[in-house]
Antibody, heavy 126, light 107 residues
């Protein structure tokens, strides 16, 4: 079955960077966009951006694009998301999620998320 | 950015009830609207896309409707496993945004 398994919880100081991994299995890795989202305590999810594993193309949310980088490793079927310049406002659970539809590039994503990874809690505190 | 507003934020209900959640977009999004269910300490689970298309495996008691700016998620015959928080999400351009959520709780 399709699975996205994320790395474990992180605690960071303000100003630091965090890197979260998402390992995909059970489907054609290079056929589906992967999105990253986050959810602050008590809030709805926030979309951060996507990456296409086939060519590494990315699109980031405008408000985060100066601080975020999404990469992939096709040999290990792993996606990484790095967020720099952390502040307490970045404290959230971070999710990877697969786009629902397989595409052949240069088609864009459908932008509907299914399934999601289990989430990674990132706590930013001095 | 398109703002998504859900109402109510909290919905007390009982098993067997028919419940309706509303989501309003700040501009016309056609039917580019999805619904997700989230239980405590879990990732969201997809329910509906294109405003009314049920995700495979989702029970038929869930249904969605609407187009333009006004949308609804209806759960007929509420089951114990349906107590959760529900989110709408638009995908009519970037950035993709979610509503603030509606918590369906036991009355």
């Amino acid at each position: 079955q399709v699975q996205l398994v994320q790395s474990g919880a992180e605690v960071k100081k303000p100003g630091a960077s965090v890197r979260i991994s998402c390992k995909a299995s059970g489907y054609s890795f290079t056929s589906y966009y992967i999105h990253w989202l986050r959810q602050a305590p008590g809030q709805g999810p926030e979309w951060m951006g996507w990456i296409h594993p086939s060519d590494g193309s990315t699109r980031y949310a405008h408000r985060l694009q100066a601080r975020v980088t999404m990469t992939r490793d096709t040999s290990t079927r792993t996606l990484d998301m790095e967020l720099r310049g952390l502040t307490p406002e970045d404290t959230a659970v971070y999710f990877c999620a697969r786009d629902q539809r397989a595409v052949i590039l240069p088609a864009g994503p459908y932008n509907y998320f299914d399934p999601w990874g289990q989430g990674t809690l990132v706590t930013v505190s001095s | 950015d398109i703002q998504m507003t859900q109402s109510p934020s909290s919905l007390p209900a009982s098993v067997g009830d028919r419940v309706t959640i509303t989501c309003r977009a700040s501009q016309d999004i056609s039917t580019w609207l999805a619904w997700y269910q989230q239980k405590p300490e879990q990732a969201p689970k997809s329910l509906i896309h294109a405003a009314s298309r049920l995700q495979s495996g989702v029970p038929s008691r869930f249904s969605g409707s609407g187009s333009g700016t006004d949308f609804t998620l209806t759960i007929s015959n509420l089951q114990p496993e349906d107590f959760a928080t529900y989110y709408c999400q638009h995908y009519h351009g970037y950035p993709l945004t979610f509503g603030g959520g509606t918590k369906v709780e036991n009355k």
